[in-house]
């Protein structure tokens, strides 16, 4: 099932993926995505200090915003009001999690998703199973000193947003 741009807030995906118009210039017009893609392709290729599943991922974040950020519609808020309940979204939970924690150890996590709660990326149901989801994962490779930066949100953006495809939102 596809994504439903509908759902989400444009200036913020906007904000979240890091993406702005060069020089005060309009943001490209539906016609233009597949070239905005293949640039940022072309970009992460460039990017030698990442590898490449990391820079494959990325621009493949990026396409995926993109796209939503071309549909119009009504907005309704929270993206996420329920975990949809299948072994697919499952698994996705458990690699966005993961994904988490090793980027910022467990606590910072919590308070991500307390924060994705109170944005309305996330309904009371949801943030309250995934707190449960996040309680049964410990990494001893998590780096608990690190911050989740604006990359990392942006990540949780997307998953929230694969999320809510898979609950037919």
Do not use: C, K
Not at 20 to 42: C, M, V
């Amino acid at each position: 099932m596809a994504i439903d741009p509908r759902n989400y807030d444009l200036d913020e995906l906007r904000a979240a993926s890091g993406a702005s118009p060069a020089g005060g210039a309009e943001w490209p017009s539906e016609g233009d995505a597949e070239r905005g893609a293949d640039e940022s392709a072309q970009s992460d290729a460039e990017a030698a200090d990442r590898p490449a599943a990391a820079a494959a991922f990325e621009s493949s974040v990026t396409r995926d915003l993109v796209a939503m950020d071309h549909q119009g519609g009504p907005l309704d808020r929270p993206y996420l009001p329920a975990l949809p309940a299948s072994l697919s979204a499952e698994a996705l939970i458990f690699e966005w999690l993961e994904f988490l924690v090793l980027q910022a150890g467990r606590e910072s996590v919590a308070d991500a998703l307390a924060f994705y709660e109170s944005v309305g990326w996330l309904g009371n149901d949801a943030a309250a199973a995934l707190e449960a989801y996040l309680t049964g994962i410990d990494d001893a490779r998590a780096n608990a000193d690190n911050d989740l930066d604006a990359d990392d949100h942006r990540v949780s953006l997307h998953y929230v947003a694969r999320l809510a495809s898979i609950a037919g939102r």
